[in-house]
Nanobody, 118 residues
Framework: QVQLVESGGGLVQAGGSLRLSCTAS????????MGWFRQAPGKEREFVAS????????SYADSVEGRFTISKDNAKNTVYLQMNSLKPEDTAVYFC???????????WGPGTQVTVSS
């Protein structure tokens, strides 16, 4: 079972930046994509960004387009989320997600807290 470990969360002032990392315990031949979701208190978990492991196609939520950048390092089994121009509404627990081709269930990380103060 692949495990994900997130890091890089913390407290930052509005307008600041943070870089999240998510590393998988091992690589797999069936990794389809890795990405980030977030969940603010009292709200549902929402999509932030994703990147396909092969080919690198990228998607962003409208709310972060132009401010966040997702990237990957296949050799390190790691995906990054560079977050710039942070806003208080970006405050949430950020979760890493790994999806697979085929029938293998998705893998979620435990989450990392991002707090943006106004």
């Amino acid at each position: 079972q692949v495990q994900l470990v997130e890091s890089g969360g913390g407290l930052v002032q509005a307008g600041g930046s943070l870089r999240l990392s998510c590393t998988a315990s091992r690589g797999t031949f069936t990794t389809l994509s890795m990405g980030w979701f977030r969940q603010a208190p009292g709200k549902e978990r929402e999509f932030v960004a994703s990147i396909f492991w092969s080919g690198g196609a990228i998607s962003y939520a409208d709310s972060v387009e132009g401010r966040f950048t997702i990237s990957k390092d296949n050799a390190k089994n790691t995906v990054y989320l560079q977050m710039n121009s942070l806003k208080p509404e970006d405050t949430a627990v950020y979760f890493c997600l790994l999806t697979y081709s085929g029938l293998t269930p998705n893998t979620w990380g435990p989450g990392t807290q991002v707090t943006v103060s106004s």
